[in-house]
């Protein structure tokens, strides 16, 4: 179970808590955290896309070659993932102002490590459990960002 703390419009604290439901016996389906078909990267963006549902907050996964299309970043996101991916790997993420600052955006890097690389590894373009073509990335590759974005009335 994943919690989430947000501050309202009015200031009042409003927690949203998220998760996914366990036993479903589809195979593949996501269970918990430990089960072998639990993909990290599908419980973020459903985590992500149910907390942005229900607050003034918007977060999501994002990657210049997305397998989900609504991880497709925006202008703002391919910017940064195509400044990121030229530096050197770095867990600080890129906090700015814009729209004449009543927008926060924030976006923090990640990056494949060994785990990741049973779906996205090599050989490249073989399918993997998921039934998604493997992308050929190694370990410290750029995966994407997480990206938060929070518009405020003034500042």
Known sequence: MMR????GEKGDDHTATMFL?????????????????????????????????????????????????????????????????????SNTSITEWIDNETTLRALTPIYYSQDCLACHGNPKGILDISGYPREGAQEGDLAGAISIQISVKSR
């Open 21 to 89: 439901s366990v036993g479903d016996p589809r195979p593949g389906a996501l269970r918990s955290a430990s089960d072998k078909n639990f993909i990290p990267a599908t419980f973020g963006s459903q985590a992500a896309r149910k907390f942005s549902n229900r607050s003034q907050v918007k977060i999501k996964q994002t990657t210049l070659n997305p397998r989900n299309l609504k991880n497709t970043p925006d202008a703002y996101e391919e910017n940064v993932l195509k400044r990121l991916a030229t530096q050197p790997a």
């Open 4 to 7: 989430v703390l947000a501050t």
